[in-house]
């Protein structure tokens, strides 16, 4: 575990550092260093392909890394920094391309933890990707990042992350869609309509940002083909890579039946037990609520969705260590509650389900 001072020194010394953030722990690595960005792909195993946020703490310091801001940019900048919130934006030439790779564009936020802007204010822009090995979930704690790259990793200790779930990740440029890459064919482009597209829900939700603009998700029709019109080139690399999912089989419990199939080698997530017990109590001849409150291995948010949040990458983890053969995740879908997390959230379990 190291210091402030101490993982600053690392840092401008050209190493690599876990570091906190209100999202999930970042692998950091100052960005004009190229050997300590190439360590964090060789670290993390990612692809070389698959382009760095840059975590920056002011606006001066985004101004080193991004070409000036549009209005409705600016606007949401001022709203949502320091947030979950990533935006893509054209980069300055002096941007290495190990960071963005070779694409045109730079993914950048300021992120809302006290210790990492603190640390960011002393460094400069930080590159960071999840600290986590690609393929495994993104690590919320320090123990997380520890179970990836070993005990003794050097790791600046934030505590857990508030929000344990990546940043929302969106574009204001829709043009991008057609020039973020070389090679594209005219023919195959289908630039949005939107002011406002989502690569990847977080936090920060498509109501929030609606007050800006209209927001559309991204979807696999948008993107781009290469000149031979067969190999799609994606906006955000990242959407093709596989993300999140545990070893163990993850399903929703949709229905209180499902509880049956639940054995000990299962790990349960629940946003909110008291509402499935009422739904056993409805339903003659399933589960009854005692069993319910007996049963295995049971992890209980209490109707809170900040704590089903924290806890979702954290199950899976606990499911690899402990070898659960299955987690049940309570269909959130289902749930009358609304919340800004909602749709980061399904996202998630839906790509751990499929795992993709
Ligand atoms: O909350 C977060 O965003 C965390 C913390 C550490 O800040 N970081 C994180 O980084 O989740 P990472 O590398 O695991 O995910 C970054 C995503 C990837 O899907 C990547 O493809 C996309 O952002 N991305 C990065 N640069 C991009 C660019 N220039 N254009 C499009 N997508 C980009
Ligand atoms: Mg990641």
Same mark, same amino acid.
């Given at each position: 575990?190291?210091?402030?001072?101490?993982?600053?020194?690392?840092?401008?010394?050209?190493?690599?550092?876990?570091?906190?953030?209100?999202?999930?722990?970042?692998?950091?690595?100052?960005?004009?260093?190229?050997?300590?960005?190439?360590?964090?792909?060789?670290?993390?195993?990612?692809?070389?392909?698959?382009?760095?946020?840059?975590?920056?703490?002011?606006?001066?310091?985004?101004?080193?890394?991004?070409?000036?801001?549009?209005?409705?940019?600016?606007?949401?900048?001022?709203?949502?920094?320091?947030?979950?919130?990533?935006?893509?934006?054209?980069?300055?030439?002096?941007?290495?391309?190990?960071?963005?790779?070779?694409?045109?564009?730079?993914?950048?936020?300021?992120?809302?933890?006290?210790?990492?802007?603190?640390?960011?204010?002393?460094?400069?822009?930080?590159?960071?990707?999840?600290?986590?090995?690609?393929?495994?979930?993104?690590?919320?704690?320090?123990?997380?990042?520890?179970?990836?790259?070993?005990?003794?990793?050097?790791?600046?200790?934030?505590?857990?992350?508030?929000?344990?779930?990546?940043?929302?990740?969106?574009?204001?440029?829709?043009?991008?869609?057609?020039?973020?890459?070389?090679?594209? *064919? %005219?023919? /195959?482009?289908?630039?949005?309509? =939107?002011?406002?597209?989502? &690569? !990847?829900?977080? +936090?920060?939700?498509?109501?929030?940002?609606?007050?800006?603009?209209?927001?559309?998700?991204?979807?696999?029709?948008?993107?781009?083909?290469? *000149? %031979?019109? /067969?190999?799609?080139?994606?906006? =955000?690399?990242?959407?093709? &890579? !596989?993300?999140? +999912?545990?070893?163990?089989?993850?399903?929703?419990?949709?229905?209180?039946?499902?509880?049956?199939?639940?054995?000990?080698?299962?790990?349960?997530?629940?946003?909110?037990?008291?509402?499935?017990?009422?739904?056993?109590?409805?339903?003659?001849?399933?589960?009854?609520?005692?069993?319910?409150?007996?049963?295995?291995?049971?992890?209980?948010?209490?109707?809170?969705?900040?704590?089903?949040?924290?806890?979702?990458?954290?199950?899976?983890?606990?499911?690899?260590?402990?070898?659960?053969?299955?987690?049940?995740?309570?269909?959130?879908?289902?749930?009358?509650?609304?919340?800004?997390?909602?749709?980061?959230?399904?996202?998630?379990?839906?790509?751990?389900?499929?795992?993709?």
């Amino acid at each position: 575990m190291l210091g402030i001072k101490e993982a600053v020194e690392r840092l401008r010394s050209g190493g690599v550092v876990a570091i906190p953030t209100e999202t999930v722990y970042g692998l950091a690595a100052e960005v004009t260093n190229l050997q300590a960005i190439q360590e964090i792909f060789f670290l993390k195993r990612r692809p070389s392909d698959n382009p760095l946020i840059v975590h920056v703490s002011s606006l001066k310091q985004l101004s080193e890394i991004s070409k000036p801001l549009t209005e409705l940019e600016l606007s949401i900048i001022n709203k949502f920094w320091p947030g979950p919130l990533t935006l893509i934006l054209p980069r300055k030439k002096k941007v290495l391309d190990a960071v963005t790779a070779g694409l045109e564009t730079v993914a950048v936020r300021m992120p809302l933890h006290s210790l990492c802007l603190d640390l960011l204010q002393r460094t400069g822009p930080l590159v960071a990707p999840s600290a986590n090995l690609s393929g495994t979930p993104s690590p919320t704690k320090k123990e997380h990042v520890q179970n990836d790259f070993g005990p003794s990793f050097p790791i600046l200790d934030g505590g857990a992350c508030s929000i344990g779930l990546e940043s929302t990740v969106i574009s204001c440029r829709t043009s991008h869609l057609s020039t973020t890459r070389k090679n594209v *064919s %005219a023919n /195959s482009k289908t630039p949005s309509q =939107s002011d406002i597209i989502i &690569y !990847r829900p977080g +936090a920060i939700s498509e109501k929030q940002l609606s007050e800006f603009g209209t927001v559309e998700y991204y979807s696999a029709s948008q993107a781009e083909h290469d *000149s %031979a019109g /067969s190999i799609p080139i994606l906006p =955000s690399p990242g959407l093709k &890579y !596989r993300h999140y +999912a545990p070893k163990a089989r993850v399903e929703w419990l949709s229905s209180i039946d499902r509880l049956r199939e639940v054995t000990e080698t299962s790990i349960v997530l629940l946003l909110d037990k008291t509402q499935l017990v009422d739904q056993a109590q409805a339903v003659e001849g399933t589960i009854s609520s005692q069993e319910l409150a007996q049963s295995f291995n049971l992890v209980d948010c209490e109707g809170s969705w900040e704590r089903f949040g924290q806890l979702l990458y954290d199950t899976f983890r606990v499911a690899d260590i402990e070898n659960y053969t299955h987690v049940f995740v309570q269909d959130i879908r289902l749930s009358t509650a609304t919340s800004s997390l909602k749709d980061a959230l399904t996202n998630r379990i839906e790509k751990a389900i499929s795992g993709q």
